[in-house]
């Protein structure tokens, strides 16, 4: 009896089993957020009386497959937030795309936005790639974000560059997936740059630090930013389109995710924008880019992953004239210049790296990168100009009001370039860490050699009445000439050892991030120990509170720039530059209107030394190519950040700062003289970013955003100067730029699934006003002088070179 009921349950299984698979399945998928768009992950996602369920990936998403004819219930679920339960009615004909945002719990919510918001162990802030894509900048670029940053500066908005806590361009460090890379090195303007070489559209996570970063970060004095491109879950792409280019991705993996590809490309050209310069021509601009970030799973513990980029960038200007009006109420002048002639500048750079990831158990893991970067820069130009520099008539209510009255100064000048430079670096790259409990160990080796060709031919002619300036009476002069053949090929060896740990004291928490770092070069000889230290306290108060203190030695050895003296030879004897960081900062979380919020402050000191001095014309630093000054800097930075409309995350940053450098001098007896000190050329006193972002509140799906920036003027003064001692302060810059989005179509199925819509994961349309107020902001000068005088005087005139004025954009954006 028993074997025949045991047989009878057995035959009843197998056949309820058949029916059961026999039905048609339909796969259900999503992705579970917070209320500010950041991805869940470890979600609990069940199906009340059954055995099935998942949990979300790192970034969100989610996929399980339900029987197409059966109605669905299913709960999302996680600690620290309130659980969700959602029914749809069956039969299914499709897939099912269930997208979900989880709200924090009320005493929950603070603890949730601080591991959204920073790294407390390094120090690093964390920018959510989300309000990234909405910013409205002209280069959409990841370092526009972090010009809206407390301590960081802008070069303009047709730069990526930016400016560090008064450290200069050329200061701040950028990786790529532990890989870091660099830009092209003759670009003189903002206009000639083009594409940053980080793309958005691949980037999983952007972290920041401007100072006090630990041992594991290269050696750069300013900043470092860490990039690293997602490793995609699913099978996708978007796309944007505006008047100012285009980009397309391409994302997917094999079954199990044993293979996956992103790769992206990326067209530019600034064209519609420098038509509003006063210099007026035939702009030809034209930027492209294709990454590619490939990984393959060789087995549990090891995986391969390559890193490609290939960048062409051409900039061609066929100049006609320019007209510009500067001056004040009781002095205004106007230049004109006729011009003629031609530029034509190509940079092309190429990445490839190759990394071996190895986990032999879940406490060690290690990197094996193999690596190399490769730039080919020609710059030519011959541009002739006749000029004209006249007074206005400036007498109210006169019939001649703006029109020249006197001229000043006429002449001519020839302007002739032949330059070009290529670098190759390439090396090897090996790091690790080891896990116990609360403690990590970080340890790092890497060797890197640089192959440089570098190749000047320029000169300035300037006739100024018919004399040669510099005119000395006798000779025909020029007033800049330049040539140099420089080879270089150099070796570079660092390493690292970093150690990480958490203690408790009473009820508090303390993190201690200590390491050492350690590089020497063949070219000079010089070894170079930077040792860190970085404590956070957690304090176990009835508000969230968080302090740090860090300090570390930051040595910037010369790449090549730097070694270059201003007659073209190399430097020799060069030194690298130091600075010592001293920062304390404070972080506090708080609600308001039941919303969260948080206000960072980070009071810092900078002592600089063996300073290479440099002068700034445009996005170009013009080095001194010796250790030649000394100085410091110091500042307060302060943020608050935080839904001040709810469920859209906005922030107001502050900035004082002050650089001052001294130049010191060797007499012939070897005793060193010092000069007074004097602001830096980033010396920046104020600095104010804003970005907020606000919904009409019966539409949602139109969402408006808004950047500003404020910064003082920065000091410049004549090229002819031997330093900045005789400076004078720009007009600071003033910017508003704004743009209105329509959602049409987002993971929540906004627009339904009809048309052209039912194609898309998510779809919006933007339009941008760049510089709302129309201000003219200006980004360098152009040096006029004439000849000398009864008195033998030499009179000079510096003429602004203004950024760009107001322009409209439509852009398109779409995911599939």
Do not use: C
Not at 50 to 76: C, E, H, K, Q
Not at 162 to 174: A, F, K, P, T
Not at 508 to 519: E, H, K, T
């Amino acid at each position: 009896m028993k074997n025949f009921i045991l047989n009878h349950i057995i035959v009843v299984f197998l056949f309820t089993s058949q029916i059961s698979w026999g039905q048609e399945m339909v796969r259900v998928e999503g992705r579970i957020t917070d209320p500010v768009g950041n991805p869940l992950e470890l979600v609990n996602i069940t199906i009340p009386g059954t055995t099935m369920g998942t949990v979300s990936d790192r970034y969100g998403y989610y996929v399980l497959n339900w029987p197409a004819s059966d109605t669905l219930v299913i709960r999302f679920s996680i600690i620290g937030f309130e659980s969700q339960a959602i029914t749809r009615l069956g039969p299914f004909q499709r897939a099912l795309v269930i997208n979900l945002n989880l709200f924090p719990e009320v005493r929950e919510i603070e603890e949730v936005q601080i591991s959204g918001e920073r790294d407390q162990e390094t120090g690093f802030v964390r920018l959510k790639m989300k309000e990234l894509k909405m910013l409205p900048t002209v280069s959409g670029s990841v370092e526009s974000y972090l010009q809206t940053l407390p301590g960081v500066s802008s070069a303009g908005e047709l730069s990526s560059q930016y400016s560090v806590r008064g450290g200069n361009y050329d200061e701040n460090l950028i990786y790529i997936n532990d890989i870091e890379v660099y830009k092209p090195f003759l670009i003189r303007a903002g206009q000639q740059e083009g594409l940053s070489i980080i793309n958005p559209d691949l980037t999983e996570s952007v972290q920041f630090s401007a100072g006090g970063f630990n041992a594991s970060f290269g050696d750069k004095m300013s900043s470092a930013l860490d990039i690293h491109y997602r490793t995609p879950t699913r099978i996708g792409g978007g796309f944007e389109l505006s008047l100012l280019g285009g980009s397309v991705f391409f994302e997917g993996m094999t079954q199990a995710s044993r293979f996956t590809w992103l790769a992206g490309a990326r067209y530019k050209s600034n064209q519609y924008l420098l038509n509003t310069l006063d210099v007026q021509g035939d702009y030809k601009p034209r930027f492209t880019d294709v990454q590619t970030y490939l990984t393959y799973k060789v087995h549990n513990k090891w995986t391969l992953e390559f890193l490609g980029n290939l960048s062409i960038n051409n900039y061609q200007f066929y100049p006609q004239d320019q007209r510009t009006s500067f001056g004040t109420i009781v002095d205004a002048v106007q230049l004109y210049i006729l011009l003629d002639g031609q530029e034509k500048d190509r940079f092309n750079t190429y990445l490839g790296a190759v990394t071996a990831s190895f986990n032999p158990n879940p406490r060690l893991s290690m990197k094996f990168i193999g690596h190399g970067y490769r730039t080919t820069e020609k710059e030519t130009f011959d541009i002739e100009g006749y000029y004209a520099l006249n007074e206005l008539d400036k007498e109210l209510g006169s019939e001649n009001l703006g029109d020249s009255i006197l001229n000043i100064g006429i002449g001519r000048f020839i302007d002739h370039a032949r330059n070009s430079l290529d670098a190759t670096v390439w090396g090897g790259t090996y790091t690790g860490a080891y896990k116990a409990g609360q403690s990590k160990i970080k340890w790092g080796m890497k060797a890197q050699n640089e192959l440089i060709d570098d190749r000047i031919n320029e000169w300035k002619m300037v006739d100024s009445a018919g004399f040669s300036i510099p005119y000395d009476g006798n000779t025909v002069n020029l007033a800049h000439q330049l040539y140099a053949n420089n080879t270089l090929s150099t070796w570079r060896m660092m390493s690292y050892i970093l150690y990480q740990n958490q203690f408790g004291i009473g009820q508090n928490m303390l993190s201690v991030d200590a390491g050492i770092r350690s590089q020497y070069w063949t070219f000079n000889n010089q070894w170079l120990v930077s040792p860190r230290i970085s404590l956070t306290l957690s304090p176990d108060w009835e508000k969230e509170f968080r302090f740090r203190l860090a300090s570390g030695f930051y040595y910037q050895p010369p790449f090549f720039k730097e070694m270059r003296t201003p007659e073209g030879a190399i430097n020799e004897h060069i030194r690298a530059q130091r600075s010592i960081h001293f920062l304390m900062g404070g972080t506090y979380l708080f609600q308001a209107w039941n919303r969260p919020f948080q206000l960072s402050m980070d009071v810092y000191y900078k002592h600089l030394s063996s300073l290479i001095s440099y002068k700034m014309d445009n996005v170009r630093i013009l080095y001194s190519g010796y250790n030649d000054a000394r100085g410091y800097a110091t500042g307060i930075d302060i943020k608050i950040n935080g839904e001040f409309v709810k469920g859209a995350e906005s922030w107001f940053s502050l900035s004082l700062l002050q650089t001052r450098q001294q130049l010191t001098y060797l007499e012939n007896a070897g005793a060193e003289l010092t000069g007074v000190y004097y602001p830096r050329p980033t010396d920046q006193l104020i600095n104010f970013g804003l970005f907020f972002q606000d919904y009409f509140p019966n539409n949602p799906t139109f969402r408006v955003y808004l950047t500003l920036l404020y910064g003082t003027g920065l000091p410049s003064s004549s090229p002819y100067t031997v330093s900045g001692e005789d400076y004078f302060r720009m007009p600071p810059y003033r910017r508003v730029d704004i743009g209105i989005s329509k959602i049409l179509k987002d993971e929540n199925n906004i627009m339904g699934e009809k048309g052209l819509f039912k194609y898309f994961r998510t779809a919006w349309i933007s339009l941008e006003v760049f510089n709302l107020l129309g201000v003219r902001n200006t980004i360098s000068y152009t040096w006029l002088t004439t000849v000398n005088n009864l008195n033998g005087q030499v009179g000079q005139f510096a003429v602004p070179n203004y950024l760009t004025s107001r322009r409209l954009n439509l852009k398109l954006t779409a995911t599939f």
